[in-house]
């Protein structure tokens, strides 16, 4: 089964899940100015490709850590909402004719589970690989458990998912806007730079690959 992988943020929608999330839960009320302000330096990090994710991830959850099971479900279903108004109608479109062509999708990104699962269910992704958090009693501790899919763990958790659904990138696609997606993007037969940052982008035509400027 031709197998088509899709990055979540900056290639699905225009812009990041994780910024929106922290808009939402300011506009809330549930942090300050220097929660955005701190969430700046490490997405600095992230674009230069030296982020501590494990790092981030604490700093990320820890607003949360402070809400009940039932809150953070409704903040949950709320921002998945919000989000569709971010999607970017070439890569919705690009979604579906995979889908037409009878190929498997999957939605694979570095952001956690909490805000990607519903996001992924809003897109009908059968199959979805994201950072997995440590939940104790329904509120996330800030630990990251297992692998995280991030740089060359994106790699390593789709081995372990290709391998249990018996599969190959025999014929693969897969979609990404990030330099810290080209391991990724390098096991793929069809590697799609989308609106690549300056360094996939140099890589991109280095090798050849397609580049959708959206």
Known sequence: MTVAIFDLDFTIIEGDSEWLWGEFITEKGFVDSSFMRGLAEYF?????????????????????SRMDAKLIKALQIEFSDLVRKHYRPAMVERINWHREKGHTTLLISATNQLLV???????NFPHTLC?????RQTQPTGEIVGIPAYREGKVKKLAAWLEKQNDSMDGSWAYSDSLNDIPLLEMAENPVAVTPDAALRKHARLKGWRIMDL
């Open 44 to 64: 600095q990090l992230y674009e230069a490709g030296v982020l501590d994710i494990r790092d981030y991830e604490r700093y990320f959850l820890q607003p949360l």
């Open 131 to 135: 950072t997995q958090i440590e939940m």
């Open 117 to 123: 699962e519903p996001i992924s269910l809003r897109l």
